[in-house]
């Protein structure tokens, strides 16, 4: 086999409950991923070095992705080579579909069809779990980047439990004009929860509104159970949030959210033509080439066959 090429999909989150630090840096979450139809395309080669690089889909911004032995999508690639102890170096060619530090799990995408990718190529058969296990030491993420649809995460995001979906869901997703920076987020979080003495409120029902909206496949009822607890530490450090959510809400959004730690803001839309609407209704307010449309929940990180 010469290359062998896998994508993966960005995720929102539909819940975001964080709870307080644990020892280990990381924050225990209650939340509820969907995997959504932006992807990142992933092909790796046979080569004589391990190497890394990056290409834009749809115009997305790149400039941010490292290019060095901290690109995800290597590292990852790197780590089952060592645990499966496969000695034959790849090229790791990332095609990017999802914004970079947008709050959408693009990094986490990448390292979950690079596993994908090389499992393949090194005929493997490690199984979703065995790559699901190696990707939690990658980034929190990693795990639903390789299980993709909808499911609840616990733990720092890495615990999964798919959840049922009886419909397919409308997005707008209104990019950030720069990045923020995952951690940078989370410490405005407990900055912001200590300034006022906030208790953590994880437990307190909102997961069951969510995965009840889910089972009823009722954008309307989704719309008004989303939340982010972290959408007031990210619109704190990126402000242009605020005015963009109010955007939204005026073009005609069920509702809108900031997508994980942002700056990402993710719009719910009542059908496909509606989300076809309220993006050509926000191009001109926000720059048509910050808005991306596209569905949820999607499935996870796969192999695609060669085009013959
Ligand atoms: O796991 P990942 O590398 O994606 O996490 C990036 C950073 O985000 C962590 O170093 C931590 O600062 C923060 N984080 C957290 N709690 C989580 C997930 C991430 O504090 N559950």
Known sequence: MVAVTAQAPAKVNLLLQVGPVRPDGYHDLVTVFQAVSLHEEVTVTPAR?????????????????????????????????????????????????????????????????????????????????????????????????????????????????????TASFAWVFVLGSAGLSTPAVFAECDRLRALDG??????????????????????????????????????????????????????????????GSGPTVALLAGSVPAARRLARELAPVVGAGRVRTATGPVPGARVLEPLV
Do not use: I
């Open 198 to 259: 906030r208790a953590d409120a994880l437990g307190d029902g909102r997961l069951e509104a969510v995965e009840l909206a889910l089972r009823g496949g009722d954008p309307e009822e989704l719309g008004a159970a989303l939340s982010n607890d972290l959408a007031e530490a990210a619109c704190s450090l990126a402000p242009e949030l605020v005015a963009t959510l109010a955007a939204g809400r005026e073009a005609g959004a069920l509702a809108g959210v900031v997508s």
């Open 49 to 165: 070095e391990w190497g890394v690089s990056v290409e834009p889909a749809d115009g997305t911004d790149v400039s941010g992705v490292p290019l060095d032995s901290s690109n995800l999508a290597l590292r990852a690639a790197r780590l089952l080579a060592e645990r499966a102890g496969v000695d034959e170096p790849v090229h790791v060619h990332v095609r990017k579909g999802v914004p970079v530090a947008g709050g959408m799990a693009g990094g986490s995408a990448d390292a979950a069809a690079a596993l994908v990718a090389c499992d393949a190529l090194w005929q493997l058969r490690s199984g979703l779990d065995g790559l699901a296990e190696l990707g939690a030491e990658l980034g929190s993420d990693v795990p639903f980047g390789l299980h993709g649809r909808t499911a609840v995460g616990t733990g720092r995001g890495e615990q999964l439990v798919p959840v049922l979906t």
